[in-house]
């Protein structure tokens, strides 16, 4: 069975500091990963996907993750934060050939200090 | 294009109740999903419908949580009577069968609480 690890339930950070959130999964064949942010009061957004190919992933906001397979990592990472990414983040993986259903981790929660 | 909602945004019920969360995938989106979150738990799959049959409902806690699909449109997630485990926030998502990024679209959620 699928299982997704988010270590840090809390991370408080600065303004303009770099950020990574740590992600370990656990799955039987090549996953698709997933991050997801959700800001108070919306649903989940789609931050950035891996399903294959190049290891470093691009997302909005200016957001990158990479997949790590030695590692069973896909951290995400901001160069500089800033205050409206305040939110919880979510990392997930897919399972593919079970349409689709995505298996969650518990969420991260970031603060952004002034 | 509207997103995924869902309705109502809250609801406080007493334990012996019925309640019914109703979502509204995007328009032409085949696939439908309800997630939930317990407070302080991860977010965990109950269901998937594909139009409107159930192709996996391996997540679905017990026999007191009915989800239906008529017409492939819109779903509903009745549970009945409702126990204070059942608090906490029902996600609905939406994905189109081959589209682009195979993403699901999340919507606000409808925050539940068993008093």
């Known amino acids: 069975a699928q299982s997704v690890t988010q270590p840090d339930i809390h991370i408080t950070v600065s303004e303009g500091a770099s950020l990574e959130l740590r992600c370990n999964y656990s799955?039987?064949?090549?996953?698709?990963l997933f991050w997801y942010v959700q800001s108070p009061g919306q649903g989940l957004q789609l931050l950035l996907k891996?399903?294959?190919?190049?290891?470093l992933v691009q997302g909005i906001k200016g957001f990158e993750a990479e997949f790590k397979r030695s590692q069973s990592s896909f951290n995400l990472r901001k160069p500089s934060v800033h205050w409206s990414d305040a939110a919880e983040y979510f990392c997930?993986?897919?399972?593919?050939?079970?349409?689709?259903?995505?298996?969650f981790g518990g969420g991260t929660r970031l603060m952004v200090k002034p | 294009e509207a997103g995924v909602t869902q309705f109502p945004s809250h609801s406080v019920i007493e334990k012996g109740q019925t309640v019914t969360l109703r979502c509204d995938p995007i328009?032409?989106?085949?696939?439908l999903y309800w997630y939930r979150r317990v407070m302080g738990k991860e977010i965990k799959f109950l269901l998937h419908?594909?139009?409107?049959?159930?192709?996996?409902e391996s997540g679905m806690p017990n026999n007191r949580f009915l989800a239906e699909r008529t017409g492939g449109t819109y779903s509903t997630l009745k549970v009945q009577p409702a126990e204070l485990e059942d608090s906490g926030v029902y996600f609905c998502?939406?994905?189109?069968?081959?589209?682009?990024?195979?993403?699901?679209?999340f919507g606000p959620g409808t925050r539940l609480t068993v008093l």
């Open positions: 998502a939406s994905r189109l069968t081959g589209g682009p990024n195979n993403e699901q679209f």
């Open positions: 799955y039987g064949a090549t996953p698709y």
């Open positions: 891996y399903f294959s190919g190049d290891t």
């Open positions: 997930a993986v897919g399972a593919y050939n079970a349409g689709n259903m995505l298996t």
């Open positions: 328009s032409g989106h085949d696939n």
């Open positions: 419908f594909v139009k409107e049959s159930k192709q996996d």
